[in-house]
């Protein structure tokens, strides 16, 4: 029952009565694991570039810059890097004073290769009235992080990655978000020189990173020769959802409220559903480099993108024979192939089709969003798996998979997990427009039972908390789906701070 507070709040998030049911209702009856087929590999499902290949798709994007085109570098960067600092928060709190982790005197040894080094020596000097080494030398250790950490240093605990300083340069230091504005300088910018960069951002660090970019956009727009338009967004609250309890009823709080989370990252594709582009390039805001490490990043970025325009173009060029009603039953052939071989779609009742429910089957295949997305060979890192799944509609079809749509308890689906030589590193190049240029609606092509239910706690009590589909997932789950082996200089994430002691990030 739904007090008069409850209605209230549920309409300053914009969610319907109708869709906290549906939520709820989640709860109760679970979410149905994916029907996997086989994991996708170089043999099958994946695309190997050769050299030749590589040198073809670039120019094919070199040619498509040259166009009256929009392109978009779209980053998620609303996430907090407290899990970046897990291990030094752990330390702060531990009972013993000195390094004692490998991760600690790791830390501690190499302090002085961090990007941060000398904003950290600065507070420590205006904190404590000492610099780093002297601390060092006392064995204040603890002081050390809690200036780097903390409210009274440099915060690092509190923001989000973009806003930290992650490599050094000899003309000065680049926060992660800078990386991203000279990356979109090197493969999206269009023939007036028009980079378009845009950031999911938390609410409350908004501001923030827009007094970042006032202040450094001229700088990279000088170097480069570009013109910059950066916008940012935030989750909408409409995507919150709602916590339950062990009965699966609504979660309240200790003062009688409505618990609702964030929804996850598969919230942002409404974030990508109100973007105005031809082209987006999707990537994670820790995954940069300094410029010496860039180039097998912009090739590859480049190769991406001229895959998935080469694509489109055919599927606009079978979408106008189809509409033209002038087609050969060898040419309908055709566009099976191309659907089989190239986009990976499978189902084996279209031969029992007609050729006019043949036509129909086809288009309604190709009239939808494409992605086309870098794998790289598994490493131990975690991430989504490429592999075949069966849709709703019984086609079979390329997905990005996480481990929790799988059901593990089933030996044959654990062992195709298991056989996966290859992981979603979140490298993504999409289309979002049909042919005569009118934008999808992205959200038509969400695969609503593919969230899931994780355990959590509030105030000392156990909920249940819903994630919906996630935006390289379910949210994604009903688009033209094409994968590109890439190689690992591609993927250099920063999961946690030593990570930038790596000598892809010095």
């Given at each position: 029952m739904l007090t008069a507070n409850d209605q209230q709040l549920l309409s300053e998030k914009g969610i319907s009565e109708e869709q906290l049911k549906e939520q709820l209702a989640c709860f109760a009856k679970g979410f149905a694991f994916l029907d996997v087929k086989a994991s996708a590999s170089?043999?099958?499902?994946?695309?190997?570039?050769?050299?030749?290949?590589?040198?073809?798709?670039?120019?094919?994007?070199?040619?498509?810059?040259?166009?009256?085109?929009?392109?978009?570098?779209?980053?998620?960067?609303?996430?907090?890097?407290?899990?970046?600092?897990?291990?030094?928060?752990?330390?702060?709190?531990?009972?013993?004073?000195?390094?004692?982790?490998?991760?600690?005197?790791?830390?501690?040894?190499?302090?002085?290769?961090f990007a941060f080094f000398d904003a950290l020596n600065d507070k420590c000097r205006e904190?404590?009235?000492?610099?780093?080494?002297?601390?060092?030398?006392?064995?204040?250790?603890?002081?050390?992080v809690s200036n780097l950490l903390e409210e009274k240093g440099l915060r690092y605990g509190l923001l989000p990655k973009g806003l930290l300083l992650f490599h050094s340069y000899p003309e000065g230091i680049r926060t992660a978000a800078e990386e991203h504005l000279v990356e979109g300088a090197l493969y999206t910018k269009n023939k007036t020189n028009d980079v378009h960069i845009h950031l999911t951002v938390s609410p409350e660090h908004q501001v923030?990173?827009?007094?970042?970019?006032?202040?450094?956009?001229?700088?990279?727009?000088?170097?480069?020769?570009?013109?910059?338009?950066?916008?940012?967004?935030?989750?909408?609250?409409?995507?919150?959802?709602?916590?339950?309890?062990?009965?699966?009823?609504?979660?309240r709080n200790a003062d009688g409220s409505l618990l609702f989370r964030p929804g996850g990252h598969g919230a942002l594709i409404g974030n990508l559903n109100q973007m105005e582009a031809d082209v987006v390039f999707?990537?994670?805001?820790?995954?940069?480099?300094?410029?010496h490490f860039k180039d097998a990043t912009v090739t590859y970025k480049k190769v991406l993108a001229g895959i998935l325009v080469s694509l489109q173009q055919k599927i606009f060029s079978y979408l106008e024979l189809i509409d033209s009603g002038d087609y050969t039953h060898a040419q309908v052939e055709e566009m099976i192939y191309f659907l089989q071989d190239e986009l990976c779609i499978k189902n084996p009742e279209t031969?029992?089709?007609?050729?006019?429910?043949?036509?129909?089957?086809?288009?309604?295949?190709?009239m939808r969003p494409l992605r086309v997305c870098g794998m790289v060979r598994n490493v131990g890192e975690?991430?989504?798996?490429?592999?075949?799944?069966?849709?709703?509609?019984?086609?079979?079809?390329?997905?990005?998979?996480?481990?929790?749509?799988?059901?593990?308890?089933?030996?044959?689906?654990?062992?195709?997990?298991?056989?996966?030589?290859?992981?979603?590193?979140?490298?993504?190049?999409?289309?979002?427009?049909?042919?005569?240029?009118?934008?999808?609606?992205?959200?038509?092509?969400?695969?609503?039972?593919?969230?899931?239910?994780?355990?959590?706690?509030?105030?000392?009590?156990?909920?249940?908390?819903?994630?919906?589909?996630?935006?390289?997932?379910?949210?994604?789950?009903?688009?033209?789906?094409?994968?590109?082996?890439?190689?690992?200089?591609?993927?250099?994430?920063?999961?946690?701070?030593?990570?930038?002691?790596?000598?892809?990030?010095?």
């Open positions: 170089v043999q099958k499902g994946i695309q190997a570039i050769s050299e030749e290949e590589k040198d073809h798709y670039i120019n094919i994007w070199e040619d498509y810059l040259n166009q009256d085109k929009t392109i978009l570098k779209f980053v998620p960067a609303s996430g907090a890097a407290s899990r970046m600092f897990k291990d030094l928060f752990e330390f702060l709190s531990a009972s013993y004073e000195t390094p004692s982790t490998a991760f600690e005197k790791k830390f501690f040894d190499e302090i002085k290769h904190n404590e009235g000492k610099d780093i080494p002297a601390l060092l030398s006392e064995n204040k250790y603890k002081s050390i923030l990173f827009e007094t970042l970019v006032n202040e450094k956009k001229s700088l990279y727009e000088q170097k480069f020769g570009v013109t910059y338009y950066i916008s940012f967004s935030n989750q909408q609250s409409s995507t919150d959802t709602i916590a339950a309890d062990k009965d699966n009823q609504p979660f999707i990537k994670n805001i820790d995954n940069v480099v300094p410029d031969r029992l089709l007609e050729d006019v429910e043949l036509v129909l089957y086809i288009k309604r295949k190709l975690p991430g989504g798996g490429p592999f075949f799944a069966v849709n709703p509609d019984g086609t079979v079809s390329l997905q990005i998979l996480e481990s929790s749509q799988i059901d593990m308890s089933d030996p044959a689906k654990k062992a195709l997990f298991e056989q996966g030589t290859h992981f979603n590193p979140v490298d993504l190049v999409c289309a979002l427009k049909d042919l005569e240029g009118n934008k999808y609606n992205l959200p038509d092509f969400v695969d609503k039972n593919t969230g899931f239910i994780s355990q959590k706690s509030k105030d000392g009590r156990e909920l249940k908390a819903l994630e919906l589909p996630g935006l390289w997932n379910g949210a994604m789950s009903d688009w033209n789906t094409v994968f590109v082996e890439v190689p690992i200089e591609t993927f250099n994430p920063v999961k946690t701070v030593n990570d930038l002691l790596r000598p892809e990030h010095q």
